[in-house]
């Protein structure tokens, strides 16, 4: 064989192994951009449900922390009222107490047995000034429908009146007074307090 022919077989040689070569790195880099192109779209696909889950889970958060503060709001709003009527009813009691003087008890006396009529039995604090007192038992003397009118050393600031023939007894105190006023007033306090919460 010629050099000439061994050279050219030489090339030849060369040419196919280069081209070979060639062919086989253009594959393996078409696999590697396909793979990568897979990898890539994988990772958005994965991405893009991670995202997904995440903004779910984000509005789930957010709607829970929504209803907890709404529920928190009206629990402390619950809360506040319940405090200001009791402290409107403490008020009250104080004021009614301070209020319920022997002039009211004498009024009140006289108007309680003026509406109930006969048959009742009168208990007075004992410790009711003296002056009031007599000027209660002058005043209902004249009276029939009085059948006694007695002290008591039990009854403070308070006066028991019993319908002997009906067989009832009531105990008119600064407490009662101011209870009854109490349950009168809430549902009108109540409506200034919504009605003040709503400006």
Do not use: C
Not at 25 to 39: D, F, L, S
Not at 87 to 100: A, Y
Not at 156 to 180: C, H, M, Q, R
Request: hydrophobic share 40%; no cysteine; net charge negative.
């Amino acid at each position: 064989m010629s050099e000439k022919t061994l050279d050219k077989l030489i090339t030849k040689l060369k040419t196919e192994a280069i081209d070979a070569a060639e062919k086989e790195a253009n594959t393996i880099v078409e696999k590697a951009k396909v793979k990568a192109r897979n990898i890539i779209n994988d990772a958005e696909v994965k991405s893009n449900a991670l995202l997904e889950t995440a903004e779910k889970e984000a509005k789930a958060t957010n709607i829970k922390a929504e209803g907890a503060l709404k529920q928190a709001a009206r629990d402390l709003t619950v809360t506040l009222r319940n405090d200001l009527l009791n402290l409107l009813g403490n008020v009250l009691e104080k004021e009614v107490e301070t209020i319920f003087t022997a002039d009211v008890i004498e009024t009140a006396v006289l108007k309680v047995v003026e509406n109930v009529g006969s048959g009742v039995a009168l208990k007075l604090p004992e410790d009711l000034e003296a002056n009031v007192s007599d000027q209660i038992q002058k005043r209902l003397q004249a009276s029939s429908d009085i059948t006694s009118v007695t002290t008591d050393n039990s009854l403070v600031n308070t006066f028991s009146i019993t319908k002997t023939e009906e067989g009832w007894s009531y105990d008119i105190s600064p407490e009662e007074v101011a209870n009854l006023l109490k349950a009168h007033l809430s549902q009108k306090w109540l409506h200034i307090l919504k009605t003040d919460s709503q400006k």
